[in-house]
């Protein structure tokens, strides 16, 4: 069996005018090679002018050179064409074979079209089995027995032929090369697929990506506008009080002096006045009195200080007001509330304030439409999720039903605490999600990831730590929980919560949603990494994030405080 090991390039066979292999190959005196009608035909195009030149050199010929075909070059492109890259020869030809159409695997050889003929005529020969012309007979047959490979030895994992299974592969686990090819290719499309779901999962984890890189894009272009001008306000508000003191200044100056010009009586005793002073200053100057002579000084120094620290209290205190900071930094209880909440880990009643940091609060909106435009959606992960609690409604839904789930081990989940995180980690702008409390008694929190998974104490409770911090909706009644203290709320209870995260400005708030948005409670505080939405689970409850859809102007809730 011989195959062709010939490897041209068809583009360096091809004609510079037509673009396609030489036909009838010419060259011409210059070297250059043309299908022969390609170049007669240019050159008749230009024989009323007698110039012959050569399309790619530009060399002039005169007269119009003969064209004779270039026997060579002819017979090296019949070559290629017979047997180029992929061709299989014939086995019988003699001399320059020519390209097979079939391969025998009883004879393990190929054929061309005239050497076949014998298969198809001879009643012999018409039993063996033809395929697709294929240089790969050889490793069609048995190396041993020179047998056609059938069967598949599944103990050796190779091909073997049929005297192979009745000798060294006696008492293997063998079947028909086709029975396993048939298995291979269920098996190799079944990971296609696999493949092609991972692949449709990083694409859409990849868009998902860009659109919250876009987004924030846009907001931090936002943020930096509204800085640019709140700045560009303040420079201008500056430089309008700079102009008014110069006035100021100026008017004085003017006033002194025509005072000064019509009243030269008064000029002399002022002149008379300065002497005293400049003696009282003479006097002062040679004291030995130093403690007289600091508190001198230290008086006009106070007082000078004294007078700009209350312009600039003046003129902040109009700032903030014309930029409208009316509400309070933190929330504080009502007059009377009772702070009834007891320490987890001592037993002893103790309450203390939320620990909270007093920075610039931005306003925060007065419908629940505006608060829309931030929702987030959020998936429950299996991941976290305590044995007891069950998964439902897409991961959006979760309800304890005290029966242990089969969840398989995971350093992430949660072991002793009936509690379970989202996936989604909120960081870098602002959120907003619902959730609908059916049963007695839910926590509904926001946590750091590191928050300890396996401890029964705080450590590992939601609003129990300093990692955490907690909505607890019980018995009708709701109680804000942060590093295992927390207070009583008193405000209606509804079952239905609104969450509202404005992570860079730290701001934390509550809402009860029925007919009005009613305001329970916001804690001000710094987030230093990202957080995730939590939930703790009491006994025969039910825990469901709202499918939240974007209101109208027309149909938006007016918030009440």
């Known amino acids: 069996m011989a195959q062709s090991t010939i490897s041209v390039d068809q583009d360096e066979y091809s004609c510079p005018i037509c673009l396609d292999v030489l ?3 010419v060259t011409i005196l210059c070297g250059h090679s043309y299908c022969m009608s390609c170049i007669k035909n240019c050159w008749d195009k230009n024989d009323p002018v007698g110039d012959y030149s050569c399309p790619q050199c530009q060399r002039t010929f005169r007269p ?23 061709i299989v020869a014939c086995d019988v030809c003699p001399g320059a074979a020519q390209r097979a159409a079939k391969s025998c695997l009883a004879c393990v050889a190929s054929y061309c079209e005239t050497h076949l003929r014998p298969h198809h005529e001879s009643p012999a020969l018409q039993k063996h089995k033809l395929i697709d012309a ?55 499309a079944a990971e296609q697929r696999i493949s092609q779901q991972k692949i449709q999962q990083r694409e859409k984890e990849l868009q998902n990506v860009r659109q919250a890189v876009e987004s924030l894009s846009r907001t931090a272009q936002t943020a930096v506008g509204d800085s640019e001008k709140a ?97 309070p930094l933190t929330e504080a209880p009502p007059q009377g509330e009772k702070q009834v909440l007891k320490s987890r880990e001592t037993g002893s009643s103790h309450v203390s304030p939320m620990n909270t940091i007093n920075f610039p609060q931005i306003p925060e909106h007065r419908t629940r439409a505006e608060f829309l435009q931030y929702t987030c959606w959020l998936t429950l992960d299996p991941n976290t999720v305590h044995q007891e609690l069950t998964l439902s409604g897409g991961d959006r ?76 909706c019980k018995n009708g009644a709701y109680f804000i929980f942060h590093n295992n203290k927390g207070l009583q709320l008193r405000v209606p209870y509804c079952p239905k919560i609104g969450v509202y995260l404005d992570h860079p400005a730290g701001i934390l708030s509550f809402y009860s949603i029925s007919d009005i ?45």
Request: net charge positive; hydrophobic share 35%; aromatic share 6%.
């Open 23 to 25: 036909k009838d190959p």
């Open 64 to 86: 119009r050179p003969p064209l004779f075909k270039n026997v060579m070059l002819a017979d090296m492109i019949d070559k290629m064409k017979r047997t180029g890259p992929g």
């Open 134 to 188: 294929t240089g790969k007979l050889q490793e069609m047959v048995c190396p041993l027995h020179g047998k056609l490979l059938e069967v598949y030895c599944r103990t050796d994992r190779r091909c073997v032929c049929l005297l192979c299974v009745m000798d060294e592969h006696k008492h293997h686990d063998t079947v028909s090369a086709v029975t396993e090819w048939t298995e291979k290719q269920k098996e190799v």
């Open 231 to 327: 700045f560009s306000d303040l420079v201008c508000l500056f430089k309008r009080r700079c102009s008014k003191v110069k006035e100021l200044i100026r008017d004085q100056e003017r006033a002194v002096t025509c005072w000064a010009g019509g009243l030269l009586e008064g000029l002399e005793q002022e002149i008379t006045d300065l002497r005293m002073r400049d003696a009282e200053l003479e006097r002062l100057s040679h004291t030995e009195d130093h403690i007289h002579f600091l508190q001198s000084v230290s008086r006009a120094v106070s007082e000078l200080k004294k007078r700009v620290e209350k312009v600039c209290e003046e003129e902040f205190i109009r700032i903030l007001k014309e930029v409208e900071l009316k509400e």
């Open 397 to 472: 839904e979760v309800t304890r039903t005290g029966v242990k789930q089969s969840y398989p081990p995971h350093p992430e989940r949660f072991t002793l605490k009936r509690q379970v995180l989202c996936r989604e980690a909120l960081a870098g702008r602002r959120f907003y999600w619902e959730v609908e409390v059916q049963g007695k008694h839910a926590k509904i929190g926001l946590t750091y990831k590191s928050i300890n998974r396996t401890t029964q104490d705080g450590s590992s409770s939601l609003g129990g730590n300093t990692k955490s911090w907690s909505l607890d």
């Open 517 to 561: 948005m009613t305001h329970i409670t916001r804690i001000q505080t710094v987030f230093t990494e990202p957080v995730y939405a939590g939930f703790l689970i009491g006994e025969q409850c039910t825990v469901k994030l709202v499918k939240l859809v974007k209101l109208t102007p027309m149909s938006a809730v007016t918030l009440t405080n």
